[in-house]
Each structure stands twice: as C-alpha cells, then as structure tokens.
C-alpha cells in the first residue's frame, strides 16, 4: 500500500531557531501533499496544501512566512518551521493522495511532535 | 462549509462487546465521509469511507459504518471490541470550498475509544 514516510518523528529546538520537516512518498507519486497540526485532545487543523512545482497554499490564518512549505519533486515536501517558539509546540503531520480519483484516501505519515524550549 | 460532529469525547466497552462511535455531518449536497483511526504519536490510518451505494460500509480491521441520510449521521461500528482498537477516532467530510477543491478534508474534533480487556 501506500506509504508516507515523516522524518524526523520528534525534535527538540531552541527558540529562535528553524527546524525542518520531511515528507515523502515512498512507493507512490504524490503531486498534492497535506500540512496538519494537532493540539493536544483536538482536531487536526490544515495548515496549507503543497503542490508539486507550485507555491503552497495556506489556510486563513496561518502564517506563510513562519511555516515555510516546499514540494521540489513528486515524491517530497518539506515544511520549515521558521523562528520557531513555544507557542509552535505540537504535532505536525503530513499527508498525500495517490492519483486515484477525488474520493481516494489520504495516507498519512507518522507525524513530528516539535517541541520548542 | 461542510462539518461534522463527533459529541462523545471517549466512548468506552468492554472487549468482545459491540461498539458505536457516533458522527453526524452538515453539508450542502452529497455528503462524502471518512473515518481514520490514529494511535498515539502516530498519523492516521484510512478506515473505510462513504461516497455512494450502500448505506452500510464496510472498512478495515472489521469495522463499518452506517451512512444515514434522515438523521444526517455516519457512526462507525464494530460487532465485537478488541483491546487493540482502543486508539483516537475521527470522523472526516470531504469540503469542496477553498483553492484546494475536492481535496480538502475537515475533520471532527475526535473521539478516543478505550476497550478494557
């Protein structure tokens, strides 16, 4: 099946600084991959969608230039964190479609629990 | 904008008893549902999805859902709880609005089952 590999699965950061997020696809094309967030005992909250070849495109009310989306290849996206405070705290997860219609699932990847000191 | 409900916060049974994790949906025109498991620090996981046909669907590790049009609900089912199905559920509707299209999935705020052995 289908499967969304996220790296790093947890990551400690200072304040001020940036931290990266890995989203791959491993056996599978993904031209549309999906940025969530989750607080603790909530939703997930679509952060931006990452389109291969093309600018990301955010959700109201999140930040464009603090979380930085990047999706050079098909196979890869990366989100960047930047400046990052404790406030950025909490789970972020990745997602992609495989290219079978509209209505085909989304395979998502393990997450990043950030935690910024 | 297309939501859905899930009003119980954790829902627990007994294992080997029947299970229902309740959602009800709001949406203009044809409701088309997801539900996903997530285990801790994990992503989530593709459980079974309603878009048209039968009401009852049926998904993976032995669970369904019934799709219910009066009652504009979409509970997820199980004849007989494990103690390894105990995890985070959520109910998804797929949004059609925003530059994202019909890739868009919006999600409830979650429902955490926990089977006692």
């Known amino acids: 099946g289908a499967v969304v590999s996220q790296h790093p699965s947890r990551v400690i950061c200072k304040s001020g600084t940036s931290v990266k997020i890995e989203c791959r696809s491993l056996d599978f094309q993904a031209t549309t991959m999906f940025w969530y967030r989750q607080f603790p005992k909530q939703s997930l909250m679509l952060m931006a969608t990452?389109?291969?070849?093309?600018?990301?495109?955010?959700e109201q009310g999140v930040e464009k230039d603090k979380f930085l989306i990047n999706h050079a290849s098909l196979t890869l996206s990366t989100l960047t964190v930047t400046s990052a405070h404790p406030e950025d705290s909490s789970f972020y997860i990745c997602?992609?479609?495989?290219?079978?219609?509209?209505?085909?699932?989304?395979?998502f990847g393990n997450g990043t629990r950030l935690t910024v000191t | 904008a297309q939501s859905v409900a899930q009003p119980e916060d954790q829902v627990n049974v007994a294992e080997g008893n029947p299970l229902t994790v309740k959602c009800t949906y709001s949406?203009?025109?044809?409701?088309?549902l997801f539900w996903y498991v997530q285990y801790p620090n994990r992503g989530l996981q593709f459980l079974l999805k309603?878009?048209?046909?039968?009401?009852l669907v049926k998904g993976s590790y032995g669970f369904e859902a019934e799709f219910n049009k009066s009652q504009t609900s979409f509970h997820l089912k199980k004849p007989s709880a494990l103690v390894s199905d105990s995890a985070l559920y959520f109910c998804a509707v797929r949004d059609m609005g925003g530059e994202t299209g019909f890739q868009k999935l919006v999600f409830g705020t979650g429902t955490r089952l926990l089977v006692s052995p």
């Open positions: 997602s992609a479609k495989t290219s079978g219609g509209d209505n085909s699932p989304l395979h």
């Open positions: 309603y878009i048209t046909g039968d009401n």
């Open positions: 949406v203009s025109g044809n409701p088309y």
């Open positions: 990452s389109n291969e070849g093309s600018k990301a495109t955010y």
